[in-house]
């Protein structure tokens, strides 16, 4: 007998009787489900105060860094990648480490907090810059290979200027001019360079050093091999 064609007390039958079979299961997914909402919540009150806690400390860093008390700045940003890993302040700590060892002359400290921050940051943007970051700290330690491999790993299109400036720079360490050219010239022709693209630019100049001109009007720049005779 099928179930639409039972008269109602016989659908009230079947229904305790599902109900009877069913009770500790039904009791059991109601405070499974009660469970979760609780945790969930806890849950995300515990990652807001988590982040309150992360932003304090990286404020003093700030202040820190500010005051002008760099050993200050480096113990607070080493507790903040060690008590908030995954933060966001954690990776711009290192970022401050870095910038901090630099000051330095610390190139080998800056390059381990690069990487940290490189490893740890869920940020597609920021984590193209650290590589570019970490490509420049690799061309001052003499290892132009490293370096072309970090600016290589950069998705296209992310800072294409200093992409292609740092790639320039690394073909330059490398005695390969003509890349190095063909690279300023990309960085150069990039519009988001605008004042770089101005006469007598450090990159300008990077670029002359391996044989390259750019027009004194600016616009699309030249080999200096193919400017016309004067």
């Known amino acids: 007998m099928s179930f639409d064609v039972l008269d109602e007390h016989e659908q009230g039958e079947l229904v305790q009787k599902w109900l009877r ?10 405070a499974l489900g009660l469970v979760l909402i609780f945790g969930w919540r806890q849950w995300n009150s515990h990652q807001a105060s988590q982040n309150e806690a992360a932003a304090s400390r990286y404020q003093a860093l700030a202040d820190a860094v500010e005051a002008k008390k760099p050993d200050d700045a480096l113990q ?36 381990s907090a690069l990487d940290w921050a490189r490893e740890h940051a869920r940020d597609g943007s920021l984590g193209a810059l650290i590589a570019l970051r970490s490509a420049r700290v690799k061309l001052a330690q003499g290892d132009a290979d490293a370096a072309l491999k970090l600016v290589d790993g950069v998705p296209k299109g992310s800072y294409t200027a200093t992409a292609a400036e740092i790639r320039g720079d690394a073909y330059v ?6 890349d190095a050219r063909k690279a300023y010239e990309e960085a150069l022709a990039n519009p988001a360079n605008g004042a770089m693209m101005m006469p007598g630019s450090v990159l300008e100049m990077k670029l002359e050093d391996v044989g390259g001109s750019m027009p ?14 004067s």
Not at 173 to 178: E, Y
């Open 216 to 229: 004194a009007t600016g616009g699309l720049v030249v080999p200096a091999m193919e400017k016309p005779a």
């Open 173 to 178: 360490k490398l005695g390969r001019a003509d």
């Open 76 to 111: 607070v940003a080493e507790t903040l990648r060690t008590e908030f890993p995954k933060s966001t302040y954690a990776v711009l700590a290192a970022l401050q480490q870095a910038e901090i060892a630099v000051g330095k002359n610390d190139l080998a400290g800056a390059a």
């Open 21 to 30: 079979e069913n009770a500790a299961a039904i009791a059991a997914g109601i």
